[in-house]
């Protein structure tokens, strides 16, 4: 889709360990210097259908709605890095985009993904795509590392119309020393666990930070449907030798998902 960079390759013996031990790995070469300028042509044409009263934040479910949001996610390079930790048969549930403009005064608090989603087992990757540069001056994602052994924390509910999302783990649950800024180039891409903590601060930079989310999990993960009614799985390599999920369509065309959970059928007569 974009030019790769000549520096991808599988995740080393060192990275696959810290993954384990840490909770993420990260400035893992994906895309060329070449594709940026494509990868922001790209993002503003996703970004631009959405209705000005819409938050991008506050959508989800893009890998259902627009094959190009979709064909991206099928980037041989992210799949190698995410068979890497998950095994040969893998699933795609999740793909938004987490996106501050320059003096955005959004925050995304402290939290465990694991919080919000019902997956038995817990097990998924979240890949975190620069679309552009993202560093502490422009709010790049925190995560304290080793926390995703240190059980589930707390969250309170906090709905404070600057934060993303409505769940926060306060600051004094955190080992400070540990936490880490994962600074990244535009094209390059960061991997965490999903009981990682992790955040963000806001942008108070002149620069534009914009980053995409893919979900993954390994077939044996089943969602709680009573919960999340719209949970739907594409296959993103191998075979799905379990088939414990209902499966979505892959879009056929370009749709905008204008809420956090849709299903695929929703999108059909956009397509």
């Known amino acids: 889709m974009f030019e790769i960079d000549q520096k991808a390759r599988r995740l080393s013996k060192s990275e696959k ?8 790995v990260t400035g893992l070469p994906v895309f060329s210097e070449n594709a940026v300028k494509d990868l922001h042509d790209w993002y503003e044409e996703l970004s631009s259908k959405l209705p000005k009263d819409i938050d991008i934040n506050k959508t989800n479910m893009w890998h259902k709605a627009s094959k190009k949001f979709y064909d991206l996610c099928r980037t041989p390079t992210i799949l190698d890095y995410v068979e890497d930790l998950l095994g040969p048969n893998f699933v795609q549930w999740g793909g938004q985009f987490f996106s501050k403009e320059p003096k955005d005064g959004s925050v995304v608090p402290w939290h465990q993904d694991a919080q919000y989603w019902p997956l038995n087992p817990s097990n998924a990757v979240t890949v975190w795509l620069a679309v552009f540069d993202t560093d502490e001056e422009n709010a790049a994602m ?3 590392s080793g926390s995703h052994k240190m059980g589930k924390f707390v969250h309170k ?3 404070a119309k600057n934060l993303v999302l409505n769940q926060e783990v306060s600051f004094d649950q955190l080992e400070q020393s540990k936490i880490v800024s994962l600074n990244l180039k535009a094209g390059q891409i960061s991997l965490h666990n999903d009981a990682l903590l992790h955040g963000s601060e806001a942008n108070n930079s002149d620069r534009r930070r914009c980053g995409v989310t893919m979900r993954f999990s390994p077939t044996n993960v089943k969602g ?3 919960t999340w009614p719209f949970f739907e799985t594409q296959l993103a390599r191998g ?15 370009e749709a905008t998902p204008l809420k956090m959970f849709s299903f695929s059928h929703e999108f059909e007569n956009q397509w």
């Open 17 to 24: 360990d810290q993954y384990l031990n840490e909770g993420y």
């Open 142 to 144: 925190k995560v304290v």
């Open 224 to 226: 709680d449907l009573e």
């Open 239 to 253: 075979v799905d030798e379990y088939n414990l999920n209902p499966t979505a369509q892959i879009p056929r065309g």
């Open 157 to 159: 509910k906090n709905d």
